[in-house]
């Protein structure tokens, strides 16, 4: 069962959220709340699977409170699934380096949020990684300059070079097909990869590879 935290200043489209979220058999709304602060305490309280975020909220705005619940250095990183009424870029590049997993627009379908609330709880990025490329490298120059060189990344040759075809946007598949490999190798690859440089999702490992100058 998932668990989900509903986090949005507007009563109607929170309550709107957890109607929907209730009404699936694999998931369940573990609380509701409309202001930053509380999504905060809540979380780490609740402890759920996946926090739903707006972005514009009172008190602490969801991308602060993301980074409080999902950022860099935090112990025990709750999921964030961030959803907003605004698609500016600059919310999106935010919310990623704050630390969401994913990012949505609230005049979504519902089973759009449903996906990225199941595909946010899976492990993954809720993002093509066409996608992540172009934000990513839009806002690159800012997220580059950062303590350490190419050298100090803790990877073999190939699962570098795995990394870097991650940050470039491609597919487990392109890159299967990049490098002769099966898709389940590959998978493999992207698993240590994470594990090893202690990233959550994809969306972390091409902004760790630009940061480390990886990549252009």
């Known amino acids: 069962m998932i668990r989900v935290l509903v986090c949005d200043d507007q009563a109607l489209i929170r309550t709107g959220f957890a109607t929907i979220i209730d009404a699936q058999p694999d998931m369940t709304v573990a609380g509701e709340c409309g202001d930053g602060v509380t999504a905060v305490r809540l979380a780490r309280e609740l402890q759920p699977d996946v926090v739903v975020m707006d972005v514009r909220m009172p008190g602490l705005t969801g991308i602060e409170a993301t980074a409080r619940l999902a950022g860099a250095g935090v112990a025990r990183p709750v999921k964030v699934l961030v959803v907003t009424t605004f698609n500016l870029d600059e919310y999106v590049y935010e919310s990623l380096r704050a630390g969401a997993s994913g990012f949505l627009l609230k005049d979504a379908p519902p089973a759009q949020l449903l996906h990225g ?38 990877l073999s040759a190939r699962e570098l070079e795995v990394l870097c075809l991650i940050a470039n946007g491609l597919s487990n598949s392109e890159i299967a097909a990049a490098l002769v490999i099966s898709h389940e190798t590959v998978k493999t690859y992207v698993s240590r990869i994470l594990t090893k440089l202690d990233l959550r999702d994809r969306v972390q490992a091409v902004v760790y590879a630009y940061r480390r100058g990886l990549v252009t």
């Open 117 to 154: 609330i199941r595909t946010v709880a899976g492990g993954a990025a809720l993002l093509a990684p066409e996608v992540t490329r172009e934000l990513v490298g839009r806002y690159a120059a800012r997220i580059r300059p950062a303590a350490g060189a190419p050298d100090d990344v803790p």
